[in-house]
């Protein structure tokens, strides 16, 4: 993902924008899934991989390869919880051409952006088709094992020489922004550790995710009174924390602490059931700010930048996240739900409400109650997972591979990646990358961050 100051607000212009409001009723399934359903091919109707010429797995310009692997993940659920498969074949053609070298959704075509984060979107959109039982492509790696090897791939780049810990968020360190150790990188790798904990039972995982969230808390990426920020530079030993919130932070930490929970309870483990517990509560308590803009209580809102207009493409589809993230949580934390429910009810509404079909249905700014114009990729999944995840009660909820997984596991996928990351970093230095990165940063800091760090803590 991209750091960005520019406004994009122009993009509306590339498309027509719908008027006509979608009906959806949040009671009753099937009109929640006529409402997907229009959405969905709304979501559709960008990608063009599959295209003759072009790259499966592929969005074009301006956005990038994370963000596909993000919005497959968004086809995936949506297959799940509708049980409509139009868009099974084009994922799957995506995931496999994807898949890379080293086989961890590390292709060569990415390296000169590739970070932990961008890799992890791919493998959570994976590892969600293992949990939701999508048939594995046969002779191909098992979604199971892409999402392992995702983990194995990361596991080693873990950099204890700064800050105690922690991912960086570029893989390479000749990359731009390799300095920054960065929450959706580090919450990333804890969302697949948790989830891969729940569904194999391997102790590893469970090691894994619990470091990744001890050291995040440990120089405050995460707040003791659970607001997650953006990220912290290994330049000052990450004695410095960029406070910008975005919804999917938090989203991303709930879910896997829902794993967690989910795991702990069914093993007997109180204490730590008690801790994870704990933490979800008190991340549930902190999603508030997200649903409350001026005039639209309850409605979902991305704060640091949908009222300043500073939405760049990637931050456009980080409602998507948390939504997804409060449906799996639902599903595998269900006392939550009283919580999480009113407010996914009340913004799939609002979304509706502005939504209609076509490539411009759905605009950005639910709480506006008509198409903002602002019409894009990720508006276009934001809308989506915010009304399909209202279907948890169509749905059994993520297996296991004790609990009728069908995805093949090995443990030893992705163990072809640390080498190439190795040779690479042995033979350049991340001094000279990172200082470009900081000034745009800052200027984020500057522009999209200031209203919300007033109201936000
Ligand atoms: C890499 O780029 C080439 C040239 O555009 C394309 O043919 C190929 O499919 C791409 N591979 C991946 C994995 O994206
Ligand atoms: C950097 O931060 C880590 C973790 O907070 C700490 O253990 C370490 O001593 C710090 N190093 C320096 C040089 O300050
Ligand atoms: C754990 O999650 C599964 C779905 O993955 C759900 O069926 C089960 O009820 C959850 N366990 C508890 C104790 O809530
Ligand atoms: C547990 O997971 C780790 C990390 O992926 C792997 O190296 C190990 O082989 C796994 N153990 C088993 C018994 O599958």
Not at 70 to 75: I, K, L, P, Q
Not at 142 to 170: D, K, M, Y
Not at 218 to 240: A, P
Request: hydrophobic residues 40%; aromatic residues 12%.
């Amino acid at each position: 993902m991209r750091p960005s100051t520019l406004f994009y607000g122009a993009l509306g212009l590339l498309s027509p924008i719908a008027t006509s409001a979608l009906e959806l009723n949040p009671d009753d399934p099937d009109s929640i899934k006529a409402a997907a359903k229009v959405v969905a091919a709304g979501t559709r109707d960008w990608y063009t991989g599959d295209r003759v010429g072009d790259t499966p797995g592929n969005l074009p310009d301006p956005y990038y390869w994370w963000l596909c692997g993000a919005m497959f993940g968004s086809f995936v659920d949506y297959w799940y919880y509708t049980g409509d498969d139009t868009y099974n074949a084009i994922t799957k053609q995506a995931i496999i051409h994807q898949i890379g070298d080293p086989k961890a959704f590390m292709p060569q075509n990415q390296t000169s952006t590739l970070g932990n984060d961008d890799q992890a979107f791919w493998g959570m959109t994976a590892l969600s088709a293992a949990e939701n039982k999508l048939p594995d492509v046969e002779g191909e790696m098992s979604f199971l094992s892409l999402a392992i090897a995702v983990f194995n791939t990361q596991a080693p780049r873990w950099n204890a020489r700064t800050c105690g810990g922690g991912l960086n968020w570029q893989i390479f360190t000749f990359n731009n922004g390799y300095d920054y150790k960065n929450t959706i990188s580090n919450g990333a790798f804890f969302n697949i550790a948790a989830r891969l904990a729940k569904y194999t039972g391997n102790a590893t995982y469970t090691e894994w995710a619990t470091k990744a969230y001890e050291w995040e808390l440990s120089v405050g990426l995460i707040s003791k009174d659970f607001h997650f920020y953006d990220g912290t530079s290994e330049r000052q030993n990450c004695s410095d924390v960029n406070h910008i919130q975005w919804t999917y932070n938090a989203g991303i930490h709930m879910a896997g602490a829902a794993a967690l929970w989910n795991l702990s309870t069914t093993t007997g483990d109180e204490a730590g059931a008690a801790k994870w517990r704990g933490r979800i509560e008190g991340i549930m308590k902190n999603i508030d700010p997200f649903f409350n803009p001026e005039g639209a209580p309850g409605v979902m809102s991305e704060v640091a930048c949908e009222r300043n207009g500073l939405c760049d493409h990637d931050q456009r589809s980080f409602k998507a996240y948390l939504a997804r993230w409060m449906g799996f949580t639902m599903l595998t934390a269900p006392w939550t739900r009283q919580t999480l429910m009113p407010k996914l009810r009340t913004s799939a509404v609002a979304a509706a409400k502005q939504c209609g079909p076509g490539k411009g249905g759905c605009g950005m700014r639910w709480w506006r109650g008509v198409n903002d114009g602002e019409v894009g990729v990720g508006e276009q999944m934001s809308a989506l997972e915010v009304m399909q995840n209202l279907l948890i009660d169509q749905v059994a909820g993520p297996v296991g591979e004790q609990t009728g997984g069908i995805s093949k596991n090995d443990p030893s996928a992705g163990s072809d990646g640390d080498k190439l990351t190795v040779q690479y970093n042995a033979i350049t230095t991340g001094d000279k990358a990172g200082a470009g990165f900081l000034t745009i940063l800052v200027l984020v800091f500057l522009f999209a961050g200031g209203w919300w760090l007033i109201t936000g803590e």
